[in-house]
């Protein structure tokens, strides 16, 4: 192989990418070493095992993916502002609106969902850290690597250029010759294996590590949705896996499970992809939904409003969010009994989440509201998911869909499921659990101020789709005609675009605003909030609870505060077991991403050699014997006398 | 530590009966991984191309002898945990012992049988059925010869430290990993060959 | 040297290969489709929960609802794919 085929030439916006991102490397690494912190990082975060931290740096590098795949939609709305515009060539526009979907999808929302679970589960139901912390840091080294893995290919070897879903054959060698999707293939698996970990991790987190008298029907809302969400994760990875393992077959080692000879059957990629993709959808809803239940019942002041219907509810999404997967492919040619039947499987699943929606309703009847930034982001929720939710009952009428499919009409409709769902739940997750982090809260003009902007943004943005879906616009066109008509609305749409970014950039400068002007909260429980994670002074020791908390009902902490009934009981501290720290996780990934990268140019020798690297990981693993450290009880006082003065 | 005496050793600790615990949820993942490679190989087993279809391929002999195997092998690995249990050490190594040997041979004999196909022709680009065989079969094996080296990694801690809760611990789920693998096994037998054969 | 070869494990052992060599008669016996594939079937699924219950003491623990709720799960997600993907890709193909 050359150089210029290693290295992605002849665009003048790469280069410049490509002098950025030397830069930024050299800035961070002179950095890093004039202020002396190689330590710190490496001590504190590249090894730590504290659930806490690893949620910090799953939700850092989430919103890094939301700035890489927002300048993408970007360059795309910039691209369609105006009939025959010239700014980017089809080829261009191919690669970025696949890396768009992948990153937003699989680097940003499932991170940015996951470092949620990973800050607030273990403090909601009481426990000290996830079960298997030490496997926690492999999930996340290995996310990351996945992660830089697929970011990596916009510089060196191509981006991937066949959509998100990657369909064969277009995504087949012959029409995909570049290395590409094989960095679409390997990067995903990687990660993949990570999430998969996390489902496992969680599970058992929740179902075994709760604090005495928590049962589970007495489990906050959140942690409830997180719970269901791992089930889907657990077994709908374990497709991904398999469709990805025979992606890079076909395109690495010859293999003909998609290819258009010998037998291959191309719209089985299809098919397997979206066994695993329609789950994924309830995996990245199902916490949003979490988020949404909590927020709305601690700023409505009330219990959230029919909590088993809102359990029964998610438990049947999650069995049926395997029967529906069909839908994303009416148009490719199945006979009736098929259409008809996953018509009424997806039909059928907007029942439970319609009862979910009522269920938040009622809990805002007769409630004490109060306004907060993530209670705004919560109430924009309702009606603009209930917009997007209907447009999706419209889309699962097979017959109708023939007229929807692959339009634009499609994009807005999950975009209008997607954003209010995920991205505003967990933006109103960040700023809810944000002063739990790190002892204060972000400043409340300034939050408002971003979220008007993105919802004002947002609605400007994609309510045109929907009618230039109707008139007929394709999706991943990269340009039309000014005979189509399609100009004006396009234009408007970008303006939406624009605004909404506007309103990711006041965000982000809220961190820093408030970083230095917000008043440093003292007590841990700045909303007057209900769950057992506000009971723990702010920002929270790394042993989470000094005393195991004791639970009597639902709404733990509330409870407590109501009745006057201590939480945690009388009586002197006892010494706390904790995991050691390890740099294993963080070489592991460092291996499994090289591993990848070999095997993307098919360079095969290096490759087994990485390979050979993490069985010797997996050995070292096995051999250790590390039985954590602990706490003294002495430590543990004076450590609670800091932080809470002298209250307990 | 919370630490309950009338558990099995292996459950003793809170932290390790959470192990086993989150490994059979992990055997629940494998279980939907395979039934994918079945969903695939199902959908293309009559897809054969120009390449020769699974009835001209198939030597039940091999088959049958690699089923004894396994199956032998699966037996002696849950004998290994009950010696375990009695607290017998070396009967259990020896019985982890022959397990591993019996899971070489396996191997031994799906390699030959790769090789052997690989000679008449049917090769993974072959043809779409070919290609959902070998990697339906390969995954399998991949899983049989990790399941080697872990059991042999655990021999060598048996050896050095004796039962302990660890070790009780690892011997354990490495347990439940190759009663699953005979189970994938039985599937294999039975719907690829068999039902090819027929 | 008898309390190494528990009699549940013995049982188990016999009867798997039983179940085995039963399957195997599928290829030799002159049946139909259906009759063979209910026969794969039905041993199957015997010796899954052979290994199961016998090898691997599903049952032992207070967990166990949880560990039986965890299979039946990943079995309904895995019928689903399988029958799933044969009713999508052929048997309800046009």
């Known amino acids: 192989m050359k150089w210029d085929e290693f290295f992605v030439t002849g665009e003048p916006m790469i280069y410049g990418a490509m002098v950025s991102i030397v830069l930024v490397s050299i800035a961070i690494l002179v950095g890093l070493t004039y202020f002396k912190k190689w330590g710190y990082l490496w001590r504190e975060w590249l090894t730590t095992v504290d659930h806490k931290r690893i949620g910090v740096m799953y939700i850092l590098s989430a919103l890094i993916m939301l700035f890489r795949g927002g300048v993408d939609a970007l360059l795309m709305r910039t691209q369609l502002a105006v009939p025959e515009s010239g700014f980017l060539d089809s080829q261009h526009y191919n690669e970025i609106f696949t890396t768009h979907g992948v990153i937003m999808i699989l680097f940003m929302a499932m991170p940015f969902v996951i470092g949620l679970m990973n800050v607030v589960v273990p403090l909601q139901i009481g426990a000290r850290d996830v079960a298997f912390p030490r496997l926690n840091a492999v999930s996340f080294w290995l ?10 290919s916009f510089v060196i070897g191509g981006s991937p250029d066949a959509g998100w879903s990657a369909y064969f054959p277009l995504a087949s060698l012959e029409f995909s010759p570049t290395v590409g999707n094989n960095f679409y293939s390997l990067a995903l698996q990687i990660s993949g294996i990570g ?64 290819t258009m000879a ?22 990245v809803i199902l916490p949003a939904f979490g988020i949404f239940s909590d927020i709305i019942s601690t700023f409505s002041k009330k219990n ?33 009994m098929v259409n008809g039947f996953f018509s009424i499987t997806t039909m059928l699943i907007a029942v439970p989440t319609g009862v979910k929606i009522f269920n938040w309703l009622f809990t805002l009847r007769k409630g004490k509201i109060s306004f907060t930034s993530p209670m705004l982001y919560a109430m924009a929720f309702i009606p603009i998911f209930t917009f997007g939710g209907v447009t999706g009952v419209m889309l699962a009428m097979a017959s109708a869909d023939y007229q929807y499919h692959n339009t634009m009409f499609l994009v807005a409709h999950f975009h209008y499921v997607l954003i209010p769902g995920t991205v505003f739940g967990v933006l109103a997750g960040l700023h809810y659990w944000f002063p739990k982090l790190f002892g204060f809260r972000l400043n409340e003009a300034r939050a408002k101020l971003a979220f008007w902007l993105i919802v004002v943004g947002f609605n400007v943005a994609f309510m045109p789709l929907f009618f230039l879906g109707l008139q007929g616009m394709t999706r991943r066109m990269y340009t039309y005609s000014a005979d189509t008509g399609f100009g004006p609305l396009n234009f408007i749409a970008t303006i939406g675009a624009f605004v909404l970014a506007i309103g990711f950039v006041v965000l982000c400068y809220n961190f820093y605003y408030s970083f230095r002007h917000s008043p440093r909260d003292e007590h841990g429980d700045p909303w ?40 945690y009981k009388e009586g002197p501290y006892e010494e706390i ?35 050979v690297g993490v069985v010797i990981m997996l050995a070292l693993r096995s051999f250790e014997r590390d039985h954590g450290y602990h706490i003294s009880a002495k430590e543990i006082a004076a450590t609670e006398q800091k932080l809470r003065g002298d209250s307990v | 530590m919370k630490i309950n005496d009338a558990l099995p050793l292996e459950y003793r600790t809170e932290e390790n009966s959470n192990k086993i615990f989150g490994f059979w949820l992990f055997l629940g993942a494998e279980i939907v991984l395979f039934s994918t490679l079945f ?46 249990r009695l607290g017998m050490k070396k009967p259990m190594m020896i019985f982890f012992g022959i397990t591993l040997l019996l899971g070489l041979g396996f191997l031994g004999i799906e390699i030959t049988e790769f090789v052997n196909y690989v000679h008449e022709g049917a090769t993974l680009q072959t043809s779409a059925f070919l290609s959902s065989l070998f990697v339906l079969l390969g995954t399998h094996g991949l899983h049989v010869t990790m399941g080697f080296l872990w059991g042999t990694g655990i021999l060598i801690q048996i050896k050095r430290q004796g039962f302990t809760d660890e070790t009780a611990n690892k011997s354990f789920i490495f347990s439940l990993y190759w009663h699953f693998l005979d189970v994938v096994w039985i599937f294999i037998f039975s719907f690829v060959y068999l039902k090819g054969l027929m | ?56 003491h599903i049952g032992e623990t207070s967990s166990k609802k949880t560990l039986y709720l965890n299979i039946a799960y990943a079995v309904f997600v895995g019928l689903v794919t399988v029958f799933g993907t044969l009713f999508t890709m052929i048997w309800g193909f046009r």
């Open chain 1, 143 to 152: 996310f990351f690597a996945g992660a830089m893995l697929f970011n990596i």
């Open chain 1, 195 to 258: 999430t998969l970990m996390t489902g496992v991790n969680f599970i058992v987190t929740i179902l075994k590590m709760r604090a005495p008298g928590m049962k589970l029907m007495r489990m906050p809302m959140f942690t409830w949705s997180v719970l269901i969400t791992n089930v889907i994760i657990l077994f709908a990875f374990p497709v991904l896996t398999v469709a990805l393992a025979l992606m890079m077959f076909d395109r690495i080692f010859g293999s003909q499970f998609f």
């Open chain 1, 262 to 283: 010998n037998g291959g059957m191309d719209m089985l990629w299809a098919n397997l992809f979206w066994v695993w993709g329609h789950p994924e959808v309830y995996i």
């Open chain 1, 304 to 336: 959230l409003y029919g909590y088993k219907s809102m359990v029964f509810s998610m438990v049947i999404i999650s069995l049926l969010s395997f029967l529906v997967w069909a839908h994303h492919f009416y148009t490719m040619g199945a006979g009736a």
């Open chain 1, 528 to 567: 007057d909030a209900r769950t057992l994670e506000w009971s723990t002074p702010s920002p929270v020791p790394v042993y989470n609870f000094a005393k195991v908390p004791h639970v009597e009902s639902q709404d733990a902490f509330w409870h407590s505060k109501k009745h006057n009934a201590p939480l």
């Open chain 1, 577 to 611: 077991h904790m995991p050691n720290n390890s740099g294993q996780p963080f070489i592991l990934g460092v291996i499994m991403f090289f591993a990848g990268f070999f095997l993307v140019f098919s360079w095969f020798t290096p490759a087994i050699i990485a390979g």
């Open chain 2, 39 to 84: 969903a695939v190989y199902l959908t293309l087993w009559n897809r054969t191309g120009s390449g020769p279809t699974g009835k001209e391929l198939f030597e039940i002999n091999g088959v049958i002898w690699e089923t004894v195997l396994l199956l032998t092998s699966s037996f002696t690995c849950g004998l290994g945990i009950h010696a375990m």
């Open chain 3, 1 to 56: 040297m008898a309390r190494l070869f528990p009699i549940r494990h013995v049982m188990g052992y016999i009867f798997s290969l039983v179940l085995s060599f039963v399957a195997l008669g599928v290829i030799y016996w002159d049946l139909t489709f259906t009759a063979a594939m209910v026969i794969l079937i039905i041993c199957a699924a015997i010796q899954a929960s052979l290994q199961l219950v016998l090898f691997m």
